[in-house]
């Protein structure tokens, strides 16, 4: 029997979310690290792709200054260019209250907003002290509520620090509770670096989610050492319905030195449709994308689905009788 016809089956015994929201940050966290800077239109080609492929959550740059990430200083551009069809919601990482005003002027609904729980990620990544980006979080916040928009907010190195090492429980709960009333919908919690296992995904969800209900919450996984799927696997089975991943398995954290891409959205798409989770994301048409992505960074990417899809690829053209 088809599993995806199932959706409400039980892994290990813990009910699964029935949808998921795919939240593609491959624009914004894979191309701030690349050393190649895409050209604008190629940007926009990979964006109008991902949006071909179903996906609804797109982050699609920053808005961050281009002396800090230069890949993307192109961002008001790309988001002039890319099509913005109703039902995808673009959003862009903001990093400040000029920041939002450039979100705003490019007629984003949502502003992603981020912080570090560690001091020594905050200084090399905001040149903040941790409260002080807190103080940026709220006041950007605000005024984006205000403004009428929606405010994400990525906590970053939640499984550890490549400064600091193992970071606790503790400190990223504190951190949270001083993220309350803000009026952000969602929290997305980071592995920056990809050093998190699943026994340890599952006291964080567990802890945090004391603070922000489960629904509220996101998981933002690196692939560094190749447990971001896993880890995936293990929010899904705390319910939660709401994955950051990157077509390719691009990304990383040019403010982090060692982490890796994100989780592939084509691995992960993979795994949800084989548990029957509804994603509206079209595998095929999401591999055409990944191609693209590979070809415009020229080089082989990570995504493990990916690389099987264009091996497949290549065998059926090669079997094809010459034209
Ligand atoms: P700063 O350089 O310390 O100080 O930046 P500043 O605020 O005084 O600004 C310096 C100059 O930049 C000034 O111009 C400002 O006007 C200008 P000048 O007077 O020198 O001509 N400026 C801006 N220009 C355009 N857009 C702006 C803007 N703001 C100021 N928004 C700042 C401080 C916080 C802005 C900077 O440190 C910053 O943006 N850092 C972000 C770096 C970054 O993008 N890192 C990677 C993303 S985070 C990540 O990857 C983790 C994540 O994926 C989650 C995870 O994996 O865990 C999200
Ligand atoms: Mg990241």
Known sequence: MDQAAHPSQRLVGCPLPAAVEVYEVGPRDGLQNELRTLATADKVRLIDGLVDAGLKRIEATSFVPPKWIPQLADAEKVLERVKRPPGVVFSALVPNLKGLERAQAA?????????????????????????EA???????????????????????????????????????????RQLQ??????LSLGDTIGVGTPKQTEQIVTAVAEVFPIPMLALHLHDTRGT?????LVGLQLGIATLDSSVGGLGGCPYAPGAAGNLATEDLVYL????????????????????????????????????????????AASRLPPA
Request: hydrophobic content about 45%; some cysteine.
């Open 228 to 232: 971001a799927l896993a880890n995936a």
């Open 107 to 131: 007629g984003l609904q949502e502003a992603a907003v981020f912080l570090s729980v560690t001091e020594s990620h905050s200084k090399k990544n905001l040149n903040k002290t941790v409260a």
């Open 272 to 315: 949800l449709q084989g548990l029957g989770i509804a994603t509206g994301v079209s595998l095929p048409r999401l591999v055409e994308a990944g191609q693209l992505a590979q070809e415009l960074i020229g080089r082989k990417l990570s995504g493990k689905y990916l690389q099987a899809a264009i091996g497949e690829r290549e065998k």
């Open 181 to 186: 009333g803000l009026g952000l919908y969602q």
């Open 134 to 176: 807190l103080a940026t979080v709220r006041e950007v916040s605000d005024a984006a509520v205000k403004a009428g928009m929606r405010v994400r907010c990525y906590l970053s190195t939640v499984w550890g620090c490549p400064y600091e090492g193992a970071v606790a429980i503790d400190q990223v709960v504190a951190l949270c």
